[in-house]
């Protein structure tokens, strides 16, 4: 059984389930639909999440709702999303370097240039308004 196991792995193949019977021996091309996931060539494209919370300048740092945050890059075309209540914000994207924009009224635009390559939770991005 354990020699088995190993072949599969060794060929590129995963094994599924557990129990009495027989494994059930699968491809992972059988197993991309997870609609997060993208595929490349039959193999599971890894995404990560870039998330956090949009807040105003201005103290107290205010959360604003209804910010867009989009992508610019070849890897994320036209992903994006809005900020939520308190702020937040969750977009999944595939790794690689990537320019993050959010804008929203009544604010100057932002932007940071990021080599995406493991989840970020926990961005912080600070809305300075624009000047009257």
Not at 37 to 49: D, Q, R, S
Request: charged letters at 15%; one cysteine or more; glycine letters at 14%.
């Amino acid at each position: 059984m354990i020699r088995l196991l190993v072949s599969a792995f060794s060929a590129g193949m995963l094994s599924v389930g557990c129990g009495g019977g027989t494994p059930t021996i699968v491809s992972p091309t059988s197993l991309s639909s997870d609609a997060s996931a993208g595929t490349n060539g039959g193999l599971v494209e890894k995404h990560y999440t870039v998330g956090g919370i949009v807040q105003s300048v201005e103290k107290p740092f205010q959360p604003l709702e209804g910010a867009r945050i989009w992508v610019e890059g070849e890897r994320n075309p036209g992903n994006g999303t809005v900020s939520g209540a308190g702020g937040a914000f969750s977009l999944p994207l595939k790794p690689g370097t990537m320019t993050l924009v959010v804008t929203k009224d009544g604010f100057e635009p932002w932007s940071t240039t990021m080599a995406l390559f493991e989840d970020r939770p926990d961005l912080r991005v600070l809305l300075r308004p624009t000047p009257r």
